[in-house]
């Protein structure tokens, strides 16, 4: 019963490398999000993407690309770490159309950049 | 201003106490509003979509004043395991499709 699975847990990564989370679903979904969270605040919508091939940016979507070639699979890509990128990433799936309101959330990805 | 503002708290409460905790949103356009519930370094669950009629669930009640841009949630004889973060959440949409506005949420102690 894997749900939302996101790995690395946690990550060390100095200023300018770069790195992708990654996040896999098991339950059919086609939404999928991802969004940050800072200390003391509520979570930020990074990208989501509405079924494979289909990506937009949402409210925070600079230093960060995703894909999403299959409905399982959403990499969050960072392509030059910065100190204001340390946060937790959550990734999120539900199912798609009006079927429900449940988002299902991953445990996180705990990120510091140094 | 903030798309969605919520008072951080900290709400400290007694066992048996009854709390309400409000948010705001300034988009008139919002259509659907969720309350998700956030234990300490977890991820927010989904605790209550809030409907116009408002909505219970055991000791939870949440409503939605449209007019005034606001939700809330209220819980009544409070227990030691509600401590948490209460975040709420609005969406554009009228179904929760994931991308949702969130507050900062507001933390609720519930003590012996």
């Known amino acids: 019963n894997a749900g939302v699975t996101q790995t690395p847990k946690f990550q060390v990564l100095k200023t300018g490398q770069s790195m992708t989370l990654q996040c896999a679903q098991d339950m059919n979904h086609e939404y999928m999000s991802w969004y940050r969270q800072d200390p003391g605040m509520g979570l930020r919508l990074i990208h989501y993407?509405?079924?494979?091939?289909?990506?937009d940016q949402g409210e925070v979507p600079n230093g960060y690309n995703v894909s999403r070639s299959t409905t399982e699979d959403f990499p969050l890509r960072l392509l030059s770490a910065a100190p204001s990128q340390t946060s937790v990433y959550f990734c999120?799936?539900?199912?798609?159309?009006?079927?429900?309101?449940?988002?299902?959330f991953g445990e996180g990805s705990w990120l510091t950049v140094v | 201003r903030k798309e969605v503002e919520q008072d951080p708290g900290p709400f400290n409460v007694p066992e048996g106490a009854t709390v309400a905790f409000n948010c705001t949103y300034s988009n008139s356009a919002s259509q659907s509003f969720f309350w998700y519930r956030q234990d300490c370094r977890k991820e927010p669950k989904l605790l209550m979509s809030v409907y116009s009629s408002g909505n219970e669930d055991g000791r939870f009640t949440a409503q939605l004043n449209r007019a005034s841009q606001y939700i809330s949630l209220l819980i009544r004889d409070s227990k030691l395991s509600d401590s948490a973060t209460y975040l709420c959440?609005?969406?554009?949409?009228?179904?929760?499709?994931?991308?949702?506005?969130f507050g900062d949420g507001t933390t609720l102690t519930v003590k012996p």
């Open positions: 999120a799936s539900r199912v798609g159309g009006s079927s429900g309101n449940t988002i299902y």
């Open positions: 959440a609005v969406n554009k949409e009228v179904t929760n499709a994931g991308k949702s506005t």
């Open positions: 993407s509405v079924g494979a091939g289909i990506t």
